[in-house]
């Protein structure tokens, strides 16, 4: 071998480091071995308990949306805007325009874009109320802030609790005390909010550079006034990042909860396809995804306006 | 032979680096020196092509190096090693693998990304941690070590890259006295076994101890190249744009080493002699 070029001390290093390398992909391999065993069983046992017919109907995907089609496409945009249907028969799956919310005269709002509109509300409220919370509770649960261990606990334990009920739990558990309508929705919304965004928060905060905070400290600055100055400074782009990303995450459940009796575009959503009022359905689908991009885009937009291309770049400052 | 021809390169409308002209024969070792901002360590990044120039080529040998692109770029990144002031070593990886990344280059994509390296690999990394006596922390994670510690990984790792040239870009910075010099101690030897050494430095008296030649920059331009003993302070007054300054341009704060290290020709092999300027 041409081991023999290194000094004794370097052979044996060498040795150790063969064995932690041969160890390694010993594990590595027992590990990928034993997933792929689990996922294999997993399957076997699900299309054991589908009464092995996944494959079998799995040809039968497309039937569904091929009976499930509008008249012409023109009546999707009908739908969408609360314009009359040449259809019409006196039945509601073709009255577009009894919905309409008259602003005066002749100008209305259509019904679906008005009860997306409660929908987006519904996220932009909760999103701010549970974010204000999460944002006041995320300081005390950081341990490079506070040195008291049952403060953090409690803290922890709190945002874990509203974390770990889906919203639509927290909401079927609101509506039954303050009666169907968006102020159960916004509630539930929030409380999931206050969770999940204070422990996005406080791990931001854990993450933060404490050089500047000793200096702070050096100069005899309240806890206040560091947390201020010192740690806000360098962990806001990175809240709003969040702030922004439970925004979107938020329309997505405020229309789920407004199938449970929340109110808003997902109760509509509900009744027109349980109908098989088709036309609906497809308005109101294409209209969510325009949603969607259009809060993405603006997202993205406002987090480069307020924060340049720093967010979670956290870190980086130190060198 | 490292051929700068007219490199200019702008930040927008500022000006980092402005017409730079510039001829490294292989084998030599070069100090640049300069304030912060006079565009140092931007030439070292246009020369390893972690910049690319605004205007104007760099050569080396046939090679139009301004110009390269996918793998031969990259086998050109291989060639020429990259050091920096902050190490950049990858912190949660232990140390022996830090240096074999030096050879991603070149390698099985698929063993790459497996973490595989050959027992001779291996082998050679070991012997470039012994090369620089840190062999014992081989098996440590790099962020486990002290700053001086780390360079010198940097340096194994540049090393394992089997460069032509080095490129340092304040390699001593933010060293202590005694590493700073380890390291330069280090970087003069590689330099003697004819890999051109390019190196961004903060002290004059570093520079002038360890450097055959020294180039200086303000604002973007050369505005002085030669050799240590034409480095009066004068001319340091006026490279470091102390003229205004009311007191004597004092060299001791530029100063890191503990005791004067005499300025040591280094052996030279014949072909390095006859390019030498």
Same mark, same amino acid.
């Given at each position: 071998?041409?081991?023999?070029?290194?000094?004794?001390?370097?052979?044996?290093?060498?040795?150790?480091?063969?064995?932690?390398?041969?160890?390694?992909?010993?594990?590595?391999?027992?590990?990928?071995?034993?997933?792929?065993?689990?996922l294999?069983?997993?399957?076997?046992?699900?299309?054991?308990?589908?009464?092995?017919?996944?494959?079998?109907?799995?040809?039968?995907?497309?039937d569904?949306?091929?009976?499930?089609?509008?008249?012409?496409?023109?009546?999707?945009?009908?739908?969408?805007?609360d314009?009359?249907?040449?259809?019409?028969?006196?039945?509601?799956?073709?009255?577009?325009?009894?919905?309409?919310?008259?602003?005066?005269?002749?100008?209305? !709002?259509?019904?679906?874009?008005?009860?997306?509109?409660?929908?987006?509300?519904?996220?932009?409220?909760?999103?701010?109320?549970?974010?204000?919370?999460?944002?006041?509770?995320?300081?005390?649960?950081?341990?490079?802030?506070?040195?008291?261990?049952?403060?953090?606990?409690?803290?922890?334990? !709190?945002?874990?609790?509203?974390?770990?009920?889906?919203?639509?739990?927290?909401?079927g558990?609101?509506?039954?005390?303050?009666?169907?309508?968006?102020?159960?929705?916004?509630?539930?919304?929030?409380?999931?909010?206050?969770?999940?965004?204070?422990?996005?928060?406080?791990?931001v905060v854990?993450?933060?550079?404490?050089?500047?905070?000793?200096?702070?400290?050096?100069v005899?600055?309240?806890?206040?006034?560091?947390?201020?100055?010192?740690?806000?400074?360098?962990?806001?782009?990175?809240?709003?990042?969040?702030?922004?990303?439970?925004?979107?995450?938020?329309?997505?459940?405020?229309?789920?909860?407004?199938?449970?009796?929340?109110?808003g575009?997902?109760?509509?959503?509900?009744?027109?396809?349980g109908?098989?009022?088709?036309?609906?359905?497809?308005a109101?689908v !294409?209209?969510?995804?325009?949603?969607?991009?259009?809060?993405?885009?603006f997202?993205?937009?406002?987090?480069?306006?307020?924060?340049?291309?720093?967010?979670?770049?956290?870190?980086?400052?130190?060198? | 032979?490292?051929?700068?021809?007219?490199?200019?390169?702008?930040?927008?409308?500022?000006?980092a680096?402005?017409?730079?002209?510039?001829?490294?024969?292989?084998?030599?070792?070069?100090?640049?020196?300069?304030?912060?901002?006079?565009?140092?360590?931007?030439?070292?990044?246009?020369?390893?092509?972690l910049?690319?120039?605004?205007?104007?080529?760099? $050569?080396?040998?046939?090679?139009?190096?301004?110009?390269?692109?996918?793998?031969?770029?990259?086998?050109?990144?291989?060639?020429c090693?990259m050091?920096?002031?902050?190490?950049?070593?990858?912190p949660?990886?232990?140390?022996?693998?830090?240096?074999?990344?030096?050879?991603?280059?070149?390698?099985?994509?698929?063993?790459?990304?497996?973490?595989?390296?050959?027992?001779?690999?291996?082998?050679?990394?070991?012997?470039?941690?012994?090369?620089?006596?840190?062999?014992?922390?081989?098996?440590?994670?790099?962020?486990?070590?002290?700053?001086?510690?780390?360079?010198?990984?940097?340096?194994?790792?540049?090393?394992?890259?089997?460069?032509?040239?080095?490129?340092?870009?304040?390699?001593?910075?933010?060293?202590?006295?005694r590493?700073?010099?380890?390291?330069m $101690?280090?970087?003069?030897?590689?330099?003697?076994?004819g890999?051109?050494?390019i190196?961004?430095?903060?002290?004059?008296?570093?520079?002038?101890?360890?450097?055959?030649?020294?180039?200086?920059?303000?604002?973007?331009?050369?505005?002085?190249?030669?050799?240590? $003993?034409?480095?009066?302070?004068?001319?340091?007054?006026?490279?470091?744009?102390? $003229?205004?300054?009311?007191?004597?341009?004092?060299?001791?704060?530029?100063?890191?080493?503990?005791?004067p290290v005499a300025?040591?020709?280094?052996?030279?092999?014949?072909?390095?002699?006859?390019?030498?300027?």
């Amino acid at each position: 071998m041409t081991d023999v070029a290194l000094s004794p001390a370097s052979q044996t290093l060498l040795r150790h480091y063969r064995g932690q390398v041969l160890t390694r992909r010993i594990y590595s391999v027992i590990g990928v071995v034993l997933v792929v065993v689990a996922l294999l069983a997993a399957m076997n046992y699900a299309n054991a308990a589908n009464s092995g017919k996944f494959f079998e109907r799995l040809p039968y995907l497309f039937d569904f949306l091929k009976t499930f089609t509008p008249n012409d496409p023109m009546e999707i945009f009908r739908a969408m805007f609360d314009i009359e249907s040449p259809y019409y028969d006196g039945s509601l799956k073709f009255d577009y325009t009894s919905d309409r919310h008259y602003l005066t005269e002749s100008l209305y !709002i259509p019904n679906f874009v008005y009860q997306l509109i409660i929908t987006v509300n519904i996220a932009v409220v909760s999103t701010i109320i549970g974010g204000s919370i999460a944002f006041g509770l995320c300081f005390f649960a950081s341990a490079n802030l506070v040195g008291a261990g049952v403060v953090r606990w409690i803290v922890r334990r !709190i945002m874990e609790v509203l974390r770990a009920f889906p919203e639509i739990v927290i909401a079927g558990l609101l509506t039954a005390v303050l009666s169907i309508g968006p102020i159960a929705a916004i509630a539930a919304v929030s409380l999931h909010t206050i969770g999940a965004l204070g422990k996005l928060f406080f791990e931001v905060v854990e993450n933060a550079d404490m050089k500047p905070e000793e200096g702070l400290r050096s100069v005899g600055a309240t806890w206040l006034e560091r947390v201020r100055f010192a740690i806000l400074p360098q962990v806001l782009p990175n809240f709003v990042s969040y702030t922004l990303l439970r925004t979107e995450i938020n329309v997505r459940a405020s229309t789920i909860i407004g199938a449970v009796g929340g109110g808003g575009i997902g109760e509509v959503f509900r009744l027109s396809i349980g109908r098989d009022h088709a036309a609906k359905t497809y308005a109101i689908v !294409i209209l969510l995804l325009v949603t969607v991009v259009c809060i993405d885009q603006f997202s993205g937009w406002l987090r480069r306006r307020l924060v340049g291309n720093q967010s979670f770049e956290l870190g980086r400052g130190a060198a | 032979m490292l051929k700068i021809s007219n490199v200019s390169r702008r930040f927008g409308d500022k000006v980092a680096v402005s017409g730079v002209n510039l001829e490294i024969p292989q084998g030599q070792m070069v100090g640049v020196i300069g304030r912060s901002g006079a565009g140092k360590s931007t030439l070292l990044r246009m020369i390893n092509r972690l910049a690319d120039v605004s205007s104007g080529s760099i $050569d080396y040998g046939g090679l139009r190096v301004s110009e390269l692109r996918g793998q031969a770029l990259r086998n050109w990144q291989r060639d020429c090693a990259m050091i920096f002031q902050q190490f950049n070593l990858v912190p949660r990886l232990d140390v022996i693998t830090n240096v074999m990344l030096g050879r991603l280059n070149g390698r099985n994509p698929v063993l790459n990304l497996l973490q595989v390296f050959s027992p001779a690999e291996q082998l050679e990394a070991l012997k470039a941690l012994e090369r620089l006596d840190i062999a014992a922390t081989a098996l440590q994670w790099a962020q486990t070590l002290s700053g001086g510690q780390q360079q010198r990984v940097a340096i194994a790792r540049a090393l394992m890259q089997g460069p032509k040239m080095i490129l340092a870009d304040e390699p001593i910075a933010s060293l202590d006295p005694r590493n700073a010099q380890i390291v330069m $101690d280090s970087l003069r030897d590689i330099n003697a076994e004819g890999i051109t050494v390019i190196t961004n430095l903060h002290t004059l008296d570093t520079a002038r101890a360890y450097c055959e030649r020294i180039i200086g920059m303000a604002a973007g331009k050369i505005v002085f190249d030669g050799t240590p $003993d034409e480095l009066t302070t004068d001319v340091a007054r006026t490279i470091y744009g102390a $003229d205004g300054l009311k007191e004597a341009f004092s060299e001791a704060m530029t100063s890191t080493s503990i005791a004067p290290v005499a300025p040591l020709r280094l052996p030279r092999t014949p072909t390095n002699a006859q390019q030498a300027p």
